[in-house]
């Protein structure tokens, strides 16, 4: 039987113990490694892109849950929203406050406001948000309401952008639509991008309509008859009797902006079916002509071929867009049957419009 003396016992046990301990660092070490390895795979791998709608500036992300992204992919993804304006997630499943959390990311100076006109279809729990589409809304707290819809909106697709013409809120940077249920066929929506048909201008085009401000007026928006192409108006409007309504309810707004403080690309800014006129009493500011003018620059700018993309939602489909930088269609009711059910979100900010006269 083999002894050890007392030193023997205690140089072994210090071995032993030093063995331990270096085997304790390797394993930490390579503990950490794979760690850092797996955090780095999750940022460099947490999504990709794709370009489906034939244009550049409408991306879809796919591989994503918004609902678990860590910091360095919200940072990506606002990165992306900053060189692309019209993003859209698949595959989504979110609540109305996931909804307005999300928009929130891509704005910083939003403000906690309604600014919709959507009252009896607007979710209790979060009532900036609202329930749109055709049927009846019955989800998120809405119970069992009909939407209801101006008769320009039955058979054409109106080109527009989001609250551009209200004198009293600013045009939302971030406008949001979250699809809860979908037609077979139909209920699409087009985008065109309005920094391009600003560049697609010549340069002396770009000098007149940098000095273009737009005269606007819901009221006279509500009942417009918009033809087909979805921006030309039939009705002449400027013939009816103008009321203090009207004129109180009218605002100016310029027909050229940079869509914040930090873009240095200009945007042109449009809603065609709330336009009055062109600002100004000289001759060649008539509603008449003004709008002989804006049928030009859509047919010849904003809708020029490749200018314009279109999105075929899918049910969960989550879809953020720039406002102030594209401009949309609205999906022409009787295209389909079936309920067409969306929460819509017009994003309130302070985020002022700035036109030339605030150049940066």
């Known amino acids: 039987m083999t002894t050890y003396n007392k030193n023997e016992v205690d140089e072994k046990n210090k071995r032993i113990f030093y063995f331990k301990n270096i085997l304790k660092i390797i394993v930490i070490q390579n503990v950490t490694m794979f760690l850092y390895l797996c955090m780095l795979f999750s940022v460099v791998h947490s999504f990709t892109i794709e370009f489906p709608y034939g244009t550049n500036f409408m991306v879809k992300v796919k591989g994503i849950n918004l ?20 993003v859209v997630f698949e595959n989504q499943y979110i609540t109305p406050e996931d909804h307005y959390l999300i928009s929130t990311w891509f704005d910083s100076n939003y403000l906690n406001k309604k600014i919709h006109p959507f009252y009896e279809t607007q979710v209790p729990s979060i009532d900036q948000i609202a329930i749109r589409g055709k049927g009846v809304a019955d989800c998120f707290g809405v119970n ?44 699409f929506t087009s985008f065109a991008s309005m920094e391009n048909a600003y560049e697609s201008l010549s340069v002396e085009d770009r000098k007149i309509c940098n000095e273009i401000n737009c005269i606007y007026s819901p009221i006279h928006g509500y009942g417009a008859q918009v033809d087909f192409t979805g921006y030309g108006r039939l009705d002449k409007y400027w013939e009816e009797t103008m009321t203090k309504e009207k004129i109180d309810a009218m605002s100016i ?34 509603p008449a002509y003004t709008q002989e003018k804006i049928r030009y620059l859509m047919h010849n700018h904003v809708l020029r071929q490749g200018n314009v993309g279109k999105l075929h939602y899918k049910e969960n489909d989550l879809v953020i867009f720039n406002n102030r930088k594209v401009m949309h269609t609205s999906s022409p009711l009787e295209e389909y049957k079936e309920d067409r059910i969306f929460s819509l979100l017009f994003l309130a900010t302070k985020t002022p419009l700035y036109n030339i006269s605030t150049a940066l």
Do not use: C
């Open 67 to 86: 609902l678990t992204v860590n910091q360095q992919t919200k940072e990506d993804l606002q990165y992306l929203f900053k060189t692309t304006p019209v």
């Open 144 to 187: 069992d309401v009909e939407i209801r819809n101006a008769r320009s909106f039955k058979y054409t697709p109106l080109w527009h952008q989001d609250v551009v013409g209200n004198k009293w809120v600013m045009p939302p940077v971030v406008s949001s639509m979250y699809m809860i249920k979908t037609p077979e066929t139909g209920g």
């Open 253 to 286: 707004q310029p027909l050229v902006i940079y869509p914040t403080a930090e873009d240095t690309k200009r945007s042109l800014m449009l809603t065609p079916n709330k336009l009055y006129k062109f600002e100004g009493d000289e001759r060649g500011k008539t």
